[in-house]
């Protein structure tokens, strides 16, 4: 062998010996982790296998985004795991680190979570109030309240940091530092009840008790929300939720119901859900029964639903079309009945309207205008709920003008009166509430605040 | 010819060269090209895992199902052990939000448990809670119920105050007391008034809104007169807290605030509100709140449970979850002790569990982390009879334990343990429904 053939030989022992090093540490750099999640529903456990087993290992985002559908999924450790590996191959992210540290927050792992938000805030973290927002809310977790007020100031951009301040002043007893604040809120965020409800505390520990009461009426008819970091990022959570679950699946199989491709749908559930019992996807195998045109099938179909996760107004509901659908309105009646009864959610409004068409098809008039008037009830407190008050006051008049035994209608006809400012007619109609039902607490206490 | 041949074989490289060259080559290259290719195999990265589990009980018990065996997830959110036919033998009550009932579970002679619904499926949707009190004095247990309409959470007004007549034969007619209200978690009854009758204080938990309102007996109906505006309220426990020979109210409040009131009877349905307990770890889950005596001193003192979070859709188990036990100190003053630290504890049960003459408590974890193998779903606090209390873990199943109750069904003298199930969110390994431990004599040591 000769001089170049050992420099040879020694020139690839050493790119073995280098790249067998290397090739080993890549093929041993950490995988993805898969949970043990045979106790869920199969289909949900497949989609984050699958995704689990896509994910790229040296890609930062895969991590990611895996760490967020694991997030979704209420498997907190492992989300926890896979955003370390995402911020060890892009230690300089800002939004990473944000992420990972709402993920700790979430676990309560407060003090690591308040150094993850930290660093995205020295990475960049743009809008860096959404941050320090995050970083008052642990700091209030751990009772940290001084650095919570720090945290919240930084974040004062956003009302719902203000918020936090104001809030943290009524407790400490400073009422007028805190209803200056919540005065401001109130006129960037009129609809948000949460201010309404602090300023009526505020106001009650100044011992303005009917100014405290107003604002408590006002919180009453506003039903929006304070916009804050967290809640944008559980909508995307959510989202992730939707498509990485069985809702994907059942959302897709009403789509293809309502393009009229029931054999696909029903094709869709049978390959992806098998045998597992899902009421969701257990609905819409109803539904396809229904569009089949099988009707005795698709009240079966609900009937074994509710056997196993239990009655409620809307299964109730879609039993009462069916049977109306059957022509059978007696025993249609009994189950909007029913699902009236339950009132377990809004369907129990729809089958009051169902009602009122199932007794004018049976003839009896005086079902028919009660419910009637019930269902006009119903969606008068709707309108109320989102402070139209003049159009829920309609809906009411019309409900007492098919109905007028119905104590509720004419509490909440008070109501808005003297929201509205017309406290003889609000007093005349809480005394038409206390002529059907002299308990009615609230209406005698209305009766009695606008006597004052 | 040959002379070529030679100048030529002089200037070739030999094979050994060429091959070295070629492998020279082609290994960084193989390389370049195969390692986007090359798969992970390595370990994942390390996950925490910060469920709660706790050393094996000494003392041992024998756990049985009762009623129908679970099959699917259950949803009980309350039970009871309670004499209810006066028989002499304890029977169970379970409120049940797949059937939309309050079960009876009833001992016979023999020790076996007869079923019994309260009322039909369709008369009111999921009770949270069940309170035996013969309310209109006839001689014969009524049942209370709280109905939330909903165990997931909505502002909607769906809940109700519903009584459970006895018509004197264990034959019972479901009343409605009030409506239009939003999520009812808790009723409870007391003579508020001093007026020789049975009154009401409801816990309108709600979602966004709710209140507390006590109801005043007015021969038979009812009027409500709120006492706070508040949502989140889980529990109302009656009970004399400042020792002064009437019924004051106390409240646990937890949605927008962690706050305990106690609402001090100041005659004549007046209640004048005393904030007792208050954190800014407005995350701190409270999902309960007992009246009892736990260091036997002669006044009332009160145990909060924290454990109920809702960490976007699912459930993990915090640090500060456990069990808070509230010093009553006299004059309305309590100091808050923390006596267990336990991921997602939503009921606790105070009694002397060991039988050493000092009150011990049961905690039930509705929110562990269920995916890890052994995480305790029942504990028992035991007390040196000093109120320093040692966990032991009964049991690591059933899992999604929302509700504990305890006493001596089997009248062996022995304490034993009831608790239901309320499976919301997956995983559903471990499935239960109303199951009941009965304590065995000896310990394991």
Redesign the interface.
């Known amino acids: ?2 001089r ?2 050992v420099s ?2 020694l ?2 022992s050493i ?2 010996l280098v ?1 067998g090093w ?2 080993s540490r ?16 199969p289909y949900t456990s497949q989609q984050i296998t699958d995704l689990a087993e896509q994910v790229d ?1 040296d890609t930062a985002t895969d991590w990611a985004d895996l760490a967020d559908v694991y ?8 989300s ?3 955003f ?2 995402a911020v060890e191959l892009k230690p300089r992210d800002a939004e990473l680190l944000y992420r990972w540290g709402f993920c700790l927050s ?5 003090e690591e979570a308040r150094q993850r938000l930290r660093d995205a805030l020295t990475a960049g973290y743009d809008p860096p109030a959404d941050c320090w927002y995050l970083i008052g ?1 642990t700091e ?4 940290h ?1 001084e650095e ?1 007020l720090a945290a919240f100031e930084q974040a004062s951009k956003l009302a719902a940091a203000r918020f936090e301040l104001a809030k ?1 002043d009524v ?1 400490a007893g400073r009422a007028e530092a805190g209803i200056s604040i919540l005065t401001q809120l109130a006129t960037e965020l009129p609809n948000a ?2 201010p309404h ?1 602090l300023r ?1 505390q505020a106001e009650a520990m100044l011992g303005n008790d009917s100014v405290a009461a107003n604002y ?1 009426d006002l ?2 008819v506003c ?1 929006a ?1 304070l916009p804050t970091p967290t809640h944008e990022f ?1 909508k995307r ?2 989202a992730t ?1 939707d498509s990485h679950s069985v809702t994907e699946l059942v959302n897709r199989s009403i789509e293809l119901l309502d393009s009229r491709q029931v054999d696909q749908a029903d094709a869709l559930l049978q390959t992806a859900v098998g045998s597992y ?1 899902d009421a969701d996807v257990e609905d819409v195998r109803a539904s396809v029964e229904l569009h089949r045109g099988n009707l005795r099938e698709h009240r079966q179909q609900l009937e074994a639903i509710a056997e ?6 809307y299964r ?1 509901w879609r039993i009462g079309l069916a049977l109306s659908a059957a022509d059978q309105p007696a025993d249609a009646a009994q189950a909007h009945l ?1 699902a009236v ?6 369907r ?1 409004n729809d089958s009051l309207e169902q009602l009122a068409i199932v007794y004018q098809k049976l003839g009896d008039h005086q079902h028919a205008n009660h419910y009637a008037a019930r269902f006009r009830f119903s969606v008068a ?1 709707q309108l109320f709920r989102q402070a139209k008050l003049i159009e829920a006051r309609s809906v009411l008049r019309q409900s007492v003008g098919t109905d007028d035994k119905y104590p ?1 209608t004419w509490f909440y006809l008070g109501e808005i009166e003297r929201y509205l400012g017309n406290t003889e007619t609000a007093s005349g109609a809480y005394s038409r509430c206390l002529e059907l039902a ?5 209406a ?2 209305a009766r009695e605040r606008i006597e004052k | 010819m040959s002379r070529e041949l030679d100048s030529s074989s002089q200037t070739k490289p ?1 094979l ?2 060429l091959t ?2 070629f ?2 080559v082609m ?2 290259l193989a ?1 370049v090209l ?2 986007p290719r ?13 469920a709660s589990r706790f050393p094996q009980s000494p003392l041992r018990f024998d756990k049985q199902t009762i009623g129908r065996l679970p099959s ?1 997830p259950q ?1 009980i959110t309350n039970v009871q052990v309670v004499d209810f036919d006066e028989d002499g033998r304890l029977d169970v009550l379970a409120c049940d ?4 009932t309050v079960w009876w579970y009833r001992q016979t002679e023999t020790n076996q448990w007869e079923e019994r619904a309260l009322s039909a ?6 009770p949270a809670h069940a309170t035996v009190v013969d309310l209109d004095a006839d001689g014969d247990p009524d049942v209370l119920v709280s109905v939330l ?2 165990v997931w959470p ?5 809940g ?1 105050v519903v009584l459970l007549e006895n018509s004197g034969d264990f034959q019972f007619e479901s009343r409605v007391l009030l409506d ?1 209200l939003r999520r009812v978690a808790d009723v409870q009854a007391g003579d508020l008034d001093g007026d020789g009758d049975l009154d009401l204080v409801v816990a309108e938990f709600g979602y ?2 709710g209140r507390i ?1 006590w ?1 005043e007996n ?1 021969g038979g ?6 006492i706070l ?2 949502p989140g309220t889980v529990h109302v426990p009656i009970a004399d807290y400042d020792n002064d020979g009437d019924l004051d109210i106390a409240a646990i409040v937890t949605q ?1 605030e962690e706050e305990v009131w106690i609402f001090e009877n100041s005659g004549n349905g007046v209640f004048a509100p005393h904030r007792v307990h ?6 701190l889950g409270g999902s309960g709140l007992v009246a009892t005596d736990l260091d036997r001193d002669g006044d009332q003192d009160l145990l909060l449970t924290a454990g109920d979070n809702l ?10 979850h456990g069990c808070i036990w509230l010093e009553n100190l006299g004059g309305l003053r309590f100091e808050a002790k923390r006596i267990a630290t336990f991921g997602g504890t939503y009921a606790a049960q105070p009694t002397d569990l060991d039988g050493d003459g000092d009150t011990d408590v049961l905690l039930s974890s509705m929110f562990n ?1 269920w ?1 890890q193998p052994g995480t305790a779903s029942l504990v028992w606090l035991e007390n040196d009879g000093k109120q320093n209390f040692t966990t032991w873990q009964i049991d690591d199943s059933p899992s999604h334990l929302c509700t504990v109750a305890c006493g001596d069904l089997n009248q062996d003298g022995l304490p034993d343990i009831v608790a239901g199930s309320l499976h919301t ?5 471990r499935l239960g429904r109303v199951t009941v431990w009965f304590s065995r004599k000896g310990t394991s040591q």
Not at chain 1, 341 to 346: E, F, M
Not at chain 2, 97 to 100: D, G, K, S
């Open positions: 062998m000769n170049t053939q040879l030989l020139l690839v790119e073995m790249g290397a090739v890549h093929l041993y750099r950490p995988r993805p982790p898969i949970p043990d999640l045979t106790e869920y529903n290992p997030l979704a999924h209420g498997l907190f450790p492992e926890e795991s896979c370390r590996r979430s676990m309560g792992q407060l809310r209030l977790r751990s009772e309240v919570a943290v407790r009840f949460r409800l009526a408590l919180a009453e039903s929300q559980r959570i959510l939720l019992w196993q996760d239990g009655m409620d107004s109730m029913a009864t339950l009132n377990t959610d809004a129990a407190m509720h002299p308990d009615y607490g609230r005698v206490a | 030999s050994t060269t070295l060259v492998a020279a290994v960084p390389i195969a390692w090359l798969p992970a195999i390595g370990r994942p990265p390390k996950t925490t895992d910060l699917h949803r939000c797949i059937r939309n499926e369709t008369e009111f949707a999921d309409g909903s909505t502002d909607s007004r769906i109700r239009d966004d809104h309102f109801m007015r109906s009812f009027r409500d007169h709120e505006v508040a927008e208050f954190t800014t770890n407005f995350d960490e976007l859709v699912y459930h993990y188990p915090q640090p500060y982390d995916r969110h997956e995983p559903f390994g």
